[in-house]
């Protein structure tokens, strides 16, 4: 009986406090369900690619952040944030011999005017140097972010970057 009731008026004050937020609050509440349910960060171009054998070769990779959100550069000026990295896996056949990462846009949150925060948004491009046997290789790269809004930042993720390399 005793643990029914204490039930009952944890539910109650849940609802209370839920209705008592600002509705600000709400808001972020309902982009971050979106935010989770859509991609931030998508890959877009190349799929395919014809690369020389054996040889370096640069590879420009281009992604687009979600609209409303940003991701931290390659090199976030605090160390605790999260930066953004491109990876390709051993077993793939092609290796990542580098990655050139652009500059990021300076950005502020509103809370926050005074601290400057290095950024992508919209669209951004990686430059891959690859190196990739003869043969036709299908990468499944990856990309590595943390996607965030003017209110609050969601778990860092992990997207895959699927490339279907040619090495002639």
């Known amino acids: 009986m005793y ?7 944890v539910s109650v004050a849940a609802t209370l406090l839920v209705l008592a937020m600002p509705s600000g609050w709400a808001q ?10 859509g991609s931030a ?19 420009a990779l281009h992604f687009r952040v979600a609209q409303g959100l940003h991701i931290n550069s390659h090199t976030p000026r605090d160390q605790y ?32 005017p005074a601290d400057k925060l290095s950024v992508y948004t919209d669209e951004f491009v990686i430059q891959a140097k690859i190196v990739a ?4 290789h299908l990468v499944q790269a ?11 930042c969601m778990p860092p993720k992990t997207i ?3 490339i279907d390399v040619i090495g002639k």
């Open 3 to 9: 643990m029914a009731g204490k039930r009952n008026w």
């Open 28 to 37: 972020s509440d309902t982009m971050s369900h979106s935010i989770l349910a």
């Open 41 to 59: 960060v998508e890959f877009q171009y190349p799929e395919q690619i014809t690369v020389p054998a054996g040889k370096t070769t640069t590879v």
């Open 81 to 112: 944030l999260i930066p953004t990295a491109f990876s390709i896996p051993d077993g793939t056949g092609v290796q990542l011999s580098d990655a050139v990462y652009p500059p990021g846009k300076d950005f502020t949150l509103p809370a926050a």
């Open 133 to 136: 046997p003869a043969g036709n």
């Open 142 to 152: 990856k990309l590595h972010f943390q996607a965030c809004n003017n209110a609050m």
């Open 160 to 162: 895959p970057v699927a």
